[in-house]
């Protein structure tokens, strides 16, 4: 049975994903991705014309996951501290859920890949950044935050709080949650 139009890529980047998920954290080679697929680099390479492709790819789906999750809860969520305390579950859930992601979201995955990883990876925290200070405005102009509020400060605070998180989930093996006290923790941020 022929396979549908971009099945085989997407396979290749649920692999990878995978193999990101073990907790060694070693150097993903394509000999190694393509022995876990059963098939030749060559065929890896049909789809992808280089690894840094392949992280990309994956960055790819973080990006259109998280940002689309965002744009949902600024749509709906009228309280900007609530926007915030939301869109912090979010990451941390995201990573909880996909913790191969997480190796890429701290830059873990991509040492010793192509710089414009990680500046891809720098650029999407900016953007999560961007988008606090946003709904920390909402906030204070909507009266749920005092008006002397460094949003900028406290939208910088709660980004390295995330990365933290994420970072202390990848470096325990992926055995400390990041949801873990993240409740209590997003409101003392908020």
Sequence with gaps: MPRKPGERRHQILQVLAGMLEDPAGEKITTAALAAKLEVS??????????????????????????????????????SGVRQVHSIVSLLLGFASKNPGM?????????????PRLQARINQLQDRIEAQLRQSLRFAVTGGELPESTDVAARANLIVAYVAGRWHQYAKSGFKRSPLEMAEAQAAMLA
């Excluded at 065929?43 to 965002?70: C, N, W």
């Excluded at 701290?106 to 040492?111: H, R």
């Design 41 to 78: 680099e060559a065929a890896l390479y049909r789809h992808f014309a280089s690894k840094a492709q392949m992280y990309e790819g994956l960055i790819e789906f973080i990006e259109q996951t998280l940002f689309g999750l965002v744009n949902k809860v600024t749509a709906e969520e009228t």
């Design 102 to 114: 997480t190796r890429v979201l701290i830059g873990d995955a991509l040492v010793n890949e192509n």
